[in-house]
């Protein structure tokens, strides 16, 4: 009963953030309702129990992502900078596109809600497991090799930056890269 | 061994619920019990940002070998009460161009966050009010939400010295925030938990800063450090510097908003002194010796919460210390600090953590007679 | 083969000091500086974390002192019975008058002359005397507390003696026409010349 | 109201200078509602308020410096719960004019004042802030903060002493305990325009009430 409330509440949350998220004049105001529709979401994460997915959520996109976002648009735009509007045929085939898309999940979504129902069964996740999920090596153990592929990422874009970066002349190397 | 403790509140806690399990639905005792909760979490948080905004004023008296207040009341004890009640009734500006929503908002980012992380700590046993298997990563998200607010607050102040401190506050928590969770995840490799109880209960004969000497104490002042930054203060508290940014991104906010800034500064001072006390100090765990039963059970009449707020408070006087010691970082150096210092230490240790734990090289894996729990 | 290469190749940058050697000012022999410049890095960061951890220690020892020294607090209405406020200090212009409600101001106006901002204003008076002579005497010495600037000029030039400075601090008015003193007291009058009394002597306790 | 029983702790009521003209103002106050004691609330919300203002220092010379001195160990403003120097004038309930305004500063101070939230108050320090003071025939200085802004407390001297700060402020703390928070709105004296002349071209600056700063959100 609760629960039901409370899910009904993130669930018009989401929905009215999005909305507004989408339809914001201001960038900056769009920014801060994707933020509303991220942490309504860890809370229906939370409804579910689902903790470290919750706190991730959390951490990752909320207070990582989304800062990173309201970062950039302080870097890039002038304060209150709007956005126009136009109605163009890109803007019709757009959502011509995203209601057929809308149609497709939700197909999949109803066939198969039953079926992933049945993965939920409202038990805290412990700690153990997901570490051994993420670290392991095994089938459906997928994440260590992932990171270090990330990590390559990271290497790869270093490298791309030291080799794109102006080569130091010996004789008047810039001030204060020393210490 | 059960030793006894008078002075506990984990009687009262189980007799309320008790009664409220038998009195009541069970839809109706959950709700009366948070309600209960809310309540009690929040006086908390209010008592103790008032507690810590008079002893902060004195003790920088002292360090400054002034006085501090002395007027009101006893050793002017009652100074931060005259405090809140002037802010709770001080004017709040209505500003003509700033952008309305986000301004409002601001300042419940900032709260909400420090309240949220707030009720994560274990204040004493059974006083913990939300423990997740997750704790430690739930205080570190919820933490950093407080961030956004910053951000916001100087954007929609519309002010060229709001936005200038809250891009510094900005780039500061989020590159403090970074070290602060690696040194905590030092700290979960250990001990292998994260759950905030049972990382206190680990502790019971070993503090977690000596169980895993040497990467541990290295964790634990990289924490310190990076907590001191994430609030802002001492040495780290150019987001704010006065004499060219005003007041930083709380420039333009008056009145009670501007109070809800400044209580989340002292509280999350507290917050940052009181996990780590959990995660390094043993918590509310008092001080125990294996096999020492007398020694034990003196050290249980001293209450659970006694012990935690005095680990707190030696933190609290530690960070309040460095703050009157250092002169204010410039930017650059300080996002040198972070990224070049801190950061890289912060990888190497949680290795070297990693090896001593496989190892075997925990004070509990060596001397299992005197520090593991389990015989 | 190949990895032993890496390795060394990881070593090189580690360890090697021609990468990051400043070769500009290169300082001159003797000064201590140079050698930290031909310092290895890898080396130098490390004992610079050492080096910043002992400095700053040794800040705190200054403050820690600093915690438990005594404090030097004087506390400003609790003790303004004992509170001794120098002589010197030139707080509020008097003019002293005597049991008789006599003072020595003479009228000249000299104070009023030498007053940089005008802060002094003497307003005189003539009357008759009984045996026919007219006399300027004193009517009101307006002195205006709020411009003064505590020179002194007109306390110096006085020819006699009728104003002092006091040190009574506690000025504090909430109306700025209070900050303008009348100087002589009503129905005051100038003191009859005793030419053999000593100067100081005259003036009131 | 009996201003015998506003009580400063520490100082005799009967030792502070000035009493009629505090009288005068709460008459004034109290001229056009009904003469009440001043309530439990109101007192507590008056101890509240007199007992922490935060200061904003508007030094321009050496009375700034007196003013250090006396937020330093010797005197020590924060025994009074004053040492919080909010350096934004959103959050300052005191401004303490300490120094010398100029014509072009002018603006700037009223600019200030206008950018307090209420309650709001103004103490004028040492000779410049009161009347000009050494520069009062001077062509470019305004003769007295008055006359751009209320002031509720004079402090003469050149500098004042830091005794003489507290014993200012300790007055202004006897106006705060006299107010009445619910029935009266404080007076508040308006500035005289025809002091803020702009030296170039004669004319009068316009510094109203409302400062109006361009709006960047509305588009051109």
Known sequence: MAQQIIFYILALAIAVFSILAVTSKRVIRSATYLLFVLLATAGLFLLLNYHYLFAVQVTVYAGGIMVLFIMSIFLTHKPGDQFITRMSWKVRSSAFLAVAGLVLCGYIIVKNVTRVYSYINGNELQMQDLGTTMMGTEKYQYLLPFEVISVLLLACIIGAILIARKEKSPMNPPQGDMD | MNYSQPLELTGIISTLDTFFRNNLTP?????????????????????????????????????????????LGKY??????????????????????VDKFLFYAAPFFVIISSVLTFGAIPFGMGLQAVDFKIGIIYVIAASSLGVIGVLLAGWSSNNKYSMIGAMRSGAQFVSYELSAAFSLMTIVVLSGTMQLSEIVENQRYAWNLFNGHIPAMIAFVIY????????????????????????????????????FFYLAEYLNMFIIAAVATTVFLGGWMPIQIKGLDAFNQVMWYIPSYVWFFAKTGVLIFLSLWVRWSFPRMRIDLLLNLEWKYLLPINLVNI????LMVLAGWTLSDWFPGLFAIAP | MLKFHFIRKIFFILLDTNNFKITQNIPPSGFRGADINNMNPFIKYISGIFTAVKSLLGGMLVTWRELWRKKVTMQYPENRDTLVISDRWRSELTMPHDENNEHACTACGI??????????????????????????????????????????????????????????????????????????????????????????????? | MDLKKV???????????????????????????????????????NWG??????????????????????????????????????????????????????????????????????????????????????FVNSY??????????????????CPPRPESLFYGLLQLQRKVKAEKFFDNKRIVRPYNPATLIDPKTGEALDVKNEFKAPNPLKGK
């Open chain 2, 76 to 97: 002017g004890v009652i100074q931060s009460i005259a405090d809140m009640v002037k802010i709770l009734i001080k004017e709040i500006i209505q500003i003509n161009d």
């Open chain 2, 224 to 259: 310190l450090i990076s907590g001191h930054a994430e609030t802002n203060r001492g040495p780290f508290d150019l987001p704010e510097a006065e004499g060219e940014l005003t007041a930083g991104y709380h420039t333009e906010y008056s009145g009670l908003q501007f109070g």
């Open chain 4, 140 to 157: 470019h200085v305004i003769n007295g903060a008055e006359k751009i802004i209320p002031v509720d407390v004079y402090i003469p001297g």
């Open chain 2, 351 to 354: 290795l070297l953590m990693v």
């Open chain 3, 111 to 205: 104070c009023m002359i030498n007053c940089p901002n005008g802060t002094i204003n003497v307003i005189s008076k003539t009357i008759e005397t009984e045996d026919g002579k007219k006399k300027k005497i004193l009517d009101k010495h307006i002195w205006d507390y709020g411009m003064c600037t505590f020179c002194n000029l007109c306390v110096i030039t006085c020819p006699s003696d009728a104003i002092i400075f006091n040190n009574d601090f506690e000025g504090a008015m909430f109306d700025r026409s209070k900050l303008v003193h009348q100087l002589n007291k009503p129905g005051s009058k100038l003191r009859e010349k005793k030419p053999l009394t000593p100067k100081g002597e005259q003036k009131a306790p």
């Open chain 4, 7 to 45: 009580k400063i702790k520490a100082f005799p009521a009967e030792d502070f200078k000035d009493t009629d003209t505090l009288q005068a103002y709460i008459d004034e106050l109290n001229a056009n509602g009904t003469n009440v004691m001043v309530g439990k609330l109101d007192q507590m919300i």
């Open chain 4, 49 to 134: 308020r007199a007992n922490s203002l935060w200061p904003l220092a508007f030094a321009t010379s050496c009375c700034g410096i007196e003013f250090m001195a006396a937020a330093a160990a010797h005197y020590d403003l924060a025994r009074f719960g004053m040492e919080v120097t909010r350096n934004s004038p959103r959050q300052a309930d005191l401004m303490v004019v300490a120094g010398t305004i100029v014509h072009k500063m002018g603006p700037l101070l009223r600019r200030v004042y206008d950018q307090m939230a209420e309650p709001k108050y103004v103490v004028a320090m040492g000779a410049c802030a009161i009347s000009g003071g050494p």
């Open chain 2, 27 to 71: 839809f109706w005792a959950t709700f009366i019990e948070g309600a209960l909760i809310l309540i009690a979490i929040l006086a908390a948080y209010a008592i103790i940002a008032l507690a810590l905004i008079y002893i902060e004023r004195k003790i920088t008296a002292f360090f400054q070998s002034r006085l501090g207040p002395n007027r």
